[in-house]
């Protein structure tokens, strides 16, 4: 796949420019606020910038983009460094934070004030939104627009001393308000607040708007290529101001492209933040949230991640992908990496009448027919099993290969095992299968065998299985009645979490540590629970079923 991938146009526009000689080098960024957990949609933004960087033997930064002190906090920025680590973004020495950048923020305003391009206000908010004008009339000019520069600049150290109060006072840039990009009709860039910063602390009571700073953050740091989403196409007029006016000499330059968007899936941190607060998930971590936290407890691997980025492609239009395709990228990424074994997640008993009480022999079985590399092991064997109660049916329909009075099927890597009767409890539960096993059908090869069977089953052999719990989960999100309700709330599918309780796997699963996946026969690919398993008391989340009518779009095979 990679390697073969048609360059994107992001790609185009960077050989360009280094052709041309704008930029004789490439150097990225990731620039998160921390004001929550990163998702699905800032793992393609992470895996662009840092895939960018690598590719042209560039450089990366991660920086914080802390510049609005109401809403930030240190547990974003801790699950924020974890999730960009994790991905393989390394960012080595390279994190930055644009609070350290507040010293020339301010130097960079006054530069502007003295060259006559930024002005004190008294505009109210609402005189401000009059004054502004609308899509189809040009705005007014604010009463204060031609101060003279020692007022402004007098202004304007008054408002970094804490003379004025919230709102009282703003710098605006002076630009044009008559263009027809609003953007540009003299935006305040700076503001009066006074709040404590976690990171400044009280040290500042004005801070820079955003699209201030923003280039200014890209300048400081030597970025070539400033990749950002769509909704920025109408700021770029006013990032280039800002960095020419302010004075560099090899300004960044914007680029945006599209939004990932996923079907039927809650990416927005409102939501997702609603979720977690009224209970109904376990934190902005829960294996059903499209959070990079969440995907991680999961069992998502980075390498999947890559591989959905890749293939959901990096255009300027907007476009959705699929959760299928997520899905898909996963299985491509375990079938061949991770051990098969055999795990009975809704159990019944199966007792061999004719094996001998007491007595366990050996089976063996490779862990990965697909990849030697990965060994086999030997699986004890004995007179009492535990098979899915789906296996067996007292009276099967048409077409049903699996365990019914009379029927012989084989026990993977074991025995032909014949049903001879079954026991039931008082409301007609099925507690026990009984069969008889063929000695002469032990493994080997079809050819090997006295006779056919059609149906192969997986099985546990009772005393030595390990016991866990399985949670089997569907779409958060109850895709029948859309997204949102009329209220704008959720609408939260009640089967996206099954806890299985009574599950029981083969003696290989006794080891297993936090965030090792298993593919169980026929169930699907599993992960142990980060938060909730302890020794003894595994807890594993399905990743994904093994199967899917997903096929991936022509052309991206
Ligand atoms: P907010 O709504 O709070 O601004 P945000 O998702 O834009 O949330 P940021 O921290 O500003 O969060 O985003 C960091 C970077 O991730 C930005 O460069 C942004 O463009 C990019 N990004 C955010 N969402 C997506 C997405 N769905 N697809 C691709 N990139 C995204
Ligand atoms: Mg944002």
């Known amino acids: 796949m990679g390697e073969e991938r048609s360059r994107n146009f992001i790609e185009n526009e960077i050989d360009k420019d280094l052709k041309e000689g704008v930029y004789?080098?490439?150097?990225?960024?990731?620039?998160?606020?921390?004001?929550?957990?990163?998702?699905?949609?800032?793992?393609?933004?992470?895996?662009?910038?840092y895939g960018l960087a690598k590719e042209y033997g560039g450089k990366f930064n991660l920086r914080?983009?802390?510049t609005n002190p109401t809403k930030e906090k240190t547990e974003f920025v801790d699950s924020i460094k974890e999730d960009v680590r994790w991905l393989g973004a390394d960012y080595e020495d390279r994190l930055f934070f644009a609070s350290d950048y507040f010293d020339r923020m301010y130097e960079a305003a006054e530069t502007?004030?003295?060259?006559?391009?930024?002005?004190?206000?008294?505009?109210?908010?609402?005189?401000?939104?009059?004054?502004?004008?609308?899509?189809?009339?040009?705005?007014?000019?604010?009463?204060?627009?031609?101060?003279?520069?020692?007022?402004?600049?007098?202004?304007?150290?008054?408002?970094?001393?804490?003379?004025?109060a919230d709102g009282e006072k703003t710098l605006r840039a002076k630009i044009d308000m008559a263009s027809p990009n609003i953007n540009m009709r003299d935006p305040i860039i700076y503001r009066v607040a006074h709040m404590t910063h976690h990171n400044t602390g009280d040290k500042w009571c004005?801070?820079?708007?955003?699209?201030?700073?923003?280039?200014?953050?890209d300048a400081f740091e030597g970025i070539t290529h400033s990749i950002c989403t769509l909704e920025f196409e109408d700021h770029r007029p006013l990032y280039n101001w800002v960095v020419e006016n302010v004075g560099f000499d090899r300004p960044p330059?914007?680029?945006?492209?599209?939004?990932?968007?996923?079907?039927?899936?809650?990416?927005?941190?409102?939501?997702?933040?609603?979720?977690?607060?009224?209970?109904?998930?376990?934190?902005?971590?829960?294996?059903?949230?499209?959070?990079?936290?969440g995907l991680r407890r999961r069992g998502y691997t980075p390498d999947s991640l890559k591989m959905f980025v890749e293939l959901s492609g990096i255009s300027k239009a907007n476009s959705t992908a699929e959760y299928a395709l997520l899905e898909y990228c996963i299985r491509e990424d375990l079938k061949n990496k991770d051990k098969r074994i055999m795990a009975v997640l809704d159990p019944v008993k199966l007792i061999i009448d004719n094996y001998p009480e007491g007595q366990t022999e050996m089976v063996k079985g490779v862990f990965n027919p697909d990849n030697p590399e990965l060994g086999e092991r030997e699986i004890p064997f004995g007179r009492e099993l535990y098979i899915e109660r789906e296996d067996f049916m007292?009276?099967?329909?048409?077409?049903?290969?699996?365990?019914?009075?009379?029927?012989?099927?084989?026990?993977?890597?074991?025995?032909?095992?014949?049903?001879?009767?079954?026991?039931?409890?008082?409301?007609?539960?099925?507690?026990?299968?009984?069969?008889?096993?063929?000695?002469?059908?032990?493994?080997?090869?079809?050819?090997?065998?006295?006779?056919?069977?059609?149906?192969?089953?997986?099985?546990?052999?009772?005393?030595?299985?390990?016991?866990?719990?399985?949670?089997?989960?569907?779409?958060i999100v109850d895709e029948e009645r859309g997204v949102y309700d009329e209220n704008g709330d959720v609408n939260v599918n009640p089967n996206s979490l099954i806890t299985m309780k009574e599950c029981y796997a083969e003696p290989a699963l006794s080891c297993?540590?936090?965030?090792?996946?298993?593919?169980?026969?026929?169930?699907?690919?599993?992960?142990?629970?980060?938060?909730?398993?302890?020794?003894?008391?595994?807890?594993?989340?399905?990743?994904?079923?093994?199967?899917?009518?997903?096929?991936?779009?022509?052309?991206?095979?």
């Not at 409890?425 to 000695?439: L, Q, S």
Request: a negative charge; aromatic letters at 12%; charged letters at 30%.
């Open 112 to 164: 502007l004030i003295n060259k006559g391009l930024a002005y004190v206000s008294d505009l109210t908010a609402e005189e401000m939104r009059e004054y502004r004008g609308t899509l189809t009339e040009p705005g007014r000019d604010d009463p204060m627009r031609n101060r003279s520069i020692e007022e402004n600049l007098d202004l304007f150290r008054r408002m970094r001393d804490g003379e004025f």
């Open 206 to 217: 004005i801070y820079p708007m955003y699209d201030f700073a923003h280039p200014l953050e």
């Open 24 to 49: 004789d080098s490439v150097h990225t960024r990731f620039p998160p606020e921390p004001n929550g957990y990163l998702h699905i949609g800032h793992a393609k933004s992470i895996l662009l910038n």
């Open 253 to 293: 330059r914007q680029i945006e492209f599209a939004k990932l968007y996923l079907n039927n899936v809650v990416t927005g941190k409102r939501y997702i933040k609603k979720l977690v607060e009224d209970g109904t998930v376990d934190g902005w971590d829960d294996p059903r949230l499209v959070s990079i936290a």
């Open 64 to 66: 914080f983009d802390d």
């Open 512 to 557: 297993a540590k936090a965030y090792d996946s298993f593919q169980f026969v026929r169930n699907g690919f599993f992960c142990v629970d980060v938060k909730d398993s302890e020794e003894g008391a595994l807890v594993l989340n399905r990743i994904v079923s093994l199967k899917s009518s997903f096929r991936l779009p022509a052309g991206n095979q």
């Open 394 to 475: 007292e009276e099967p329909p048409k077409k049903y290969f699996r365990l019914f009075p009379g029927n012989e099927v084989r026990l993977m890597n074991a025995y032909f095992v014949k049903c001879v009767g079954f026991e039931k409890d008082d409301n007609g539960k099925v507690t026990v299968v009984h069969c008889t096993y063929d000695p002469e059908t032990k493994q080997g090869t079809d050819k090997e065998m006295p006779r056919k069977v059609k149906g192969t089953i997986h099985w546990v052999m009772a005393d030595t299985a390990v016991g866990f719990t399985a949670r089997l989960y569907e779409n």
